[in-house]
C-alpha cells in the first residue's frame, strides 16, 4: 500500500514536469507560431504585436500557470486555422478516439489471446507454424501499409466499407481491424509462450497425476497462471493504442484526437498541439499508473 | 564454435541476417548504382516496372522509384541502426550504474525512466515535431530516448539480479573497483538480452519513421522516405500501384529481416530470455 501511494506523487510530481516540458517547448518553438494565422507578407512588428494578444511575451512559468489555470476552468483557447472553441471540439474528439481505442483492445484480446492458445496447444503442427507465422508478419507489417491494403480491398475494390470518415458501425470496421493487427499479433506470441512456459511446470505434472482431465488443466489451471503477463501486457496496449491512433485516425479520417494533432502540427496551430499533446501526455501518464497498480494487486507477491 | 555451427542451423538468423544483408548493400549502394532520385519528367510518370529504363516504375513525377527507395533505405537505415546504437551504448551505461550503485541516484533514474517508457515511440516523436517542427530531427530524438530509457530499464533489471549472485560477490570481496566489476563481470552477462532487444528497438524504429514520415511530420520532400513515398502513392493505388506497393514491401522486409534476427539471437543465446524480452520487447 505504501508503495502504490508513493509511486501516485511521483507519478503526479513527474506529470506535472512533463506537462510543463511540452508545454515549454511547445512554446518556443519558434516566431512559426504565427504563420497559422497570417500571411508570409505579415511584418516582423505585426507579428510580435501577434504573440503578445496571446500572451506569448509573458514569462514561460506565468504563461503555464494561467493555461492550466484555463485548462482546469474549461476555457481552452480556439483554433487558430478554423478559430473553432477547443473545449466544444474536445469532446467529439474524446468520444471518437475513445470508441476507435476501446475497440481496438476489445478485439486485441477477444482475437489473441485465444489464437495464442490454439497454438501452444497444437504447438509443432501446422496450425501452430500458420498461427506463429501471421504473427510475425503482423508485427513486421506497418500498420499504415495494412490501412492502405485494406481501403484497397474492401473499400475500392470490393466496395464493402467505407475508405474513412466516422459514419457508423462500418466506418469503425477497417480502423479498429488496422489499429488491432499488432496487439493482435503480440498477444498471441504471449500468450503462446506463457503457455508453454507453464506447460513445462511441476503443478501440471501434479494435476495429471491426480487424473484431471487435459482440458481442464489447460483451461483452468494453465490459462489462469499465464493471464499475470497477458494483464501486464493490457496496461501497456493502452499506450500503443494512443500511438498508433496517430497515424490510424489520419489515414482513414477518424475525427479523432490522434487526426486533430497531427493536422495541428502539420499547420502549426498551437492552441491545438497545446492542449492534445498536454490531453495525451495525462491520459498515457494515469494509463500507465492504473495498469501499475492494476498489475500490484493482481500480483500477490508483489502485494505489501 | 559451437556458437557459430547453432547459429548457422536457426533458420531465424539465417533467414534474417540474409534480407538484412541485402537491405544494407541496397541501402549502401543503391544510391551511387541507380542514380539521381530526384530527377522528374513529368511526361514520364506512372510507368509500371521495365519501362523507358525505370527498374520499378515511376511514380507521378516520372521519378525512378527504384532510386528513391534505396535513398528511403539509407535514411531509415540511418535513423533506425545508428541512432538506437548510440542508445544502447548509453542506456547500457545507465542501467549498469544505476543497478550496481543503487540508493538514491537508482531510485530517481528507475523513476524517470519508467515515466519515459510509458510513452510510445509514435507519441513522443509527434510531441517532439509539435515542439520543434517537422523533419527528421525530432523522429531522431525520439528514437534515441525512448530506446534509451527501454535498455536502461531491462540492463538494470538484469544487474539487480546478477549482483547477488556469487561470482559478483566473490569479486567485490576480492577488492576489484567498481568500474572493473561494471566491465569485467556485469556487462558481459547483460550483453545477450541487450542484443536480443536491441534488434526489436530497430524494428520500432523502422516503423516509427516510416509512420511519421507518412503523416507527413518526418523526412520532409523532396528527400525520400519510405513512409512519404508509400502516402504520395496512395492516390494512385487503382491507377499504379507500384509507388506505394514497391516501399511498403521494403518496409516490411526491412522489420521482418530484424525481427526474425532477434528472434533468432533470442533462440540462439538463451532461451529462457523468450518471455522476459516480449515482456520488455512489447514496445
Redesign the interface.
Known amino acids: 500500500m505504501k508503495s502504490i501511494i508513493s509511486r501516485v506523487v511521483?507519478?503526479l510530481l513527474?506529470l506535472l514536469a512533463?506537462s510543463l516540458a511540452?508545454f515549454a517547448?511547445?512554446r518556443?518553438?519558434?516566431g512559426?507560431v504565427t504563420a497559422a494565422r497570417m500571411p508570409a507578407s505579415a511584418s516582423a512588428e505585426d507579428r510580435e504585436l501577434f504573440r503578445r494578444q496571446i500572451g506569448l511575451d509573458k514569462p514561460i512559468l506565468e504563461q503555464y500557470v494561467t493555461y492550466m489555470g484555463n485548462f482546469v476552468t474549461g476555457d481552452l483557447g480556439n483554433s487558430l486555422t478554423s478559430n473553432a472553441k477547443i473545449s466544444t471540439l474536445a469532446g467529439e474528439k474524446i468520444r471518437n478516439s475513445l470508441i476507435l481505442g476501446g475497440s481496438s483492445i476489445l478485439i486485441v484480446f477477444i482475437v489473441g489471446v485465444p489464437l495464442g492458445m490454439i497454438a501452444a496447444l497444437k504447438r509443432n503442427t501446422w496450425i501452430d507454424t500458420g498461427v506463429t507465422s501471421f504473427s510475425?508478419?503482423g508485427?513486421?507489417?506497418?500498420?499504415?501499409?495494412l490501412a492502405?491494403l485494406t481501403?484497397?480491398l474492401f473499400a475500392?475494390t470490393l466496395h464493402w466499407l467505407p475508405s474513412g470518415g466516422q459514419g457508423g458501425f462500418k466506418s469503425l470496421i477497417l480502423p479498429a481491424l488496422v489499429l488491432s493487427a499488432e496487439g493482435i499479433a503480440?498477444t498471441v506470441?504471449?500468450t503462446r509462450?506463457?503457455m508453454l512456459?507453464n506447460i513445462g511446470q511441476d503443478f501440471v505434472r501434479t494435476l495429471r497425476a491426480a487424473g484431471l482431465s487435459e482440458r481442464r488443466i489447460y483451461f483452468k489451471h494453465v490459462l489462469r497462471n499465464s493471464l499475470l503477463?497477458i494483464i501486464?501486457?493490457a496496461g501497456?496496449r493502452v499506450?500503443?493504442v494512443?500511438?498508433?491512433a496517430?497515424?490510424v485516425e489520419?489515414?482513414f479520417g477518424w475525427p479523432g484526437v490522434g487526426q486533430i494533432?497531427?493536422n495541428?502540427?502539420?499547420r502549426r496551430d498551437y492552441p491545438i498541439?497545446q492542449f492534445f499533446?498536454l490531453l495525451?501526455?495525462i491520459a498515457?501518464?494515469l494509463?500507465?499508473l492504473f495498469a501499475s497498480i492494476g498489475y500490484t494487486l493482481a500480483n500477490p507477491r508483489l502485494r505489501k | 564454435m559451437n556458437l557459430l555451427h547453432r547459429a548457422r542451423r536457426n533458420k531465424q538468423l539465417v533467414s534474417g541476417s540474409v534480407l538484412a544483408t541485402i537491405i544494407v548493400v541496397l541501402g549502401v549502394f543503391g544510391p551511387f548504382l541507380l542514380g539521381d532520385y530526384s530527377h522528374q519528367d513529368l511526361l514520364l510518370g506512372h510507368l509500371p516496372p521495365k519501362t523507358s529504363g525505370y527498374l520499378l516504375g515511376s511514380d507521378a513525377l516520372g521519378r525512378d522509384i527504384a532510386a528513391r527507395a534505396v535513398v528511403g533505405i539509407r535514411i531509415s537505415l540511418f535513423v533506425a541502426i545508428s541512432v538506437t546504437a548510440i542508445a544502447v551504448i548509453i542506456g547500457t551505461a545507465i542501467g549498469l550504474t544505476a543497478g550496481y550503485v543503487r540508493g538514491a541516484i537508482d531510485n530517481l533514474i528507475t523513476?524517470?525512466v519508467d515515466?519515459i517508457w510509458?510513452?510510445?515511440?509514435?507519441?513522443v516523436a509527434?510531441?517532439a515535431?509539435?515542439?520543434?517542427?517537422?523533419g527528421l530531427l525530432p523522429v531522431i530524438l525520439a528514437v534515441g530516448l525512448v530506446n534509451t530509457v527501454a535498455i536502461a530499464r531491462v540492463v538494470r533489471g538484469e544487474v539487480l539480479g546478477l549482483t547477488e549472485k556469487e561470482f559478483i560477490v566473490a569479486a567485490k570481496a576480492g577488492g576489484y573497483s567498481t568500474v572493473r566489476i561494471l566491465l569485467k563481470h556485469l556487462l558481459p552477462n547483460v550483453m545477450p538480452v541487450v542484443l536480443v532487444l536491441s534488434s526489436y528497438y530497430v524494428?520500432v524504429a523502422i516503423?516509427a519513421e516510416?509512420?511519421l514520415s507518412?503523416?507527413?511530420?518526418g523526412a520532409q520532400p523532396p528527400l525520400p522516405s519510405l513512409?512519404q513515398m508509400?502516402?504520395d502513392g496512395?492516390s494512385f493505388?487503382?491507377m499504379n500501384?507500384w509507388e506505394?506497393t514497391v516501399p511498403?514491401v521494403v518496409?516490411?522486409i526491412m522489420?521482418?529481416s530484424v525481427?526474425?534476427i532477434g528472434?533468432g539471437l533470442r533462440d540462439l543465446l538463451d532461451p529462457r530470455l523468450?518471455?522476459a524480452v516480449?515482456?520488455a520487447s512489447?514496445?
Request: avoid cysteine; charged fraction near 10%.
Open positions: 511521483s507519478t513527474l512533463s511540452v517547448a511547445i518556443f518553438s519558434g512559426d510475425v508478419a508485427m513486421a507489417i506497418p500498420n499504415f501499409w492502405l481501403i484497397y475500392s503480440l506470441r504471449m509462450s506463457a512456459e503477463p501486464s501486457l501497456l499506450g500503443q494512443v500511438g498508433y496517430l497515424v489520419t489515414i494533432l497531427v495541428g502540427v502539420l498541439i499533446s495525451l501526455v498515457v501518464t494509463g500507465n | 523513476l524517470i515515466f510509458g510513452f510510445p515511440l509514435i507519441l509527434v510531441l515535431a509539435a515542439s520543434i517542427g517537422s524494428a516503423i516510416a509512420s507518412f503523416v507527413g511530420l513512409g508509400v502516402s496512395r493505388l487503382i500501384h506505394s511498403g518496409i516490411f522489420v521482418l525481427s526474425l528472434d523468450r518471455t516480449e515482456r512489447s514496445k
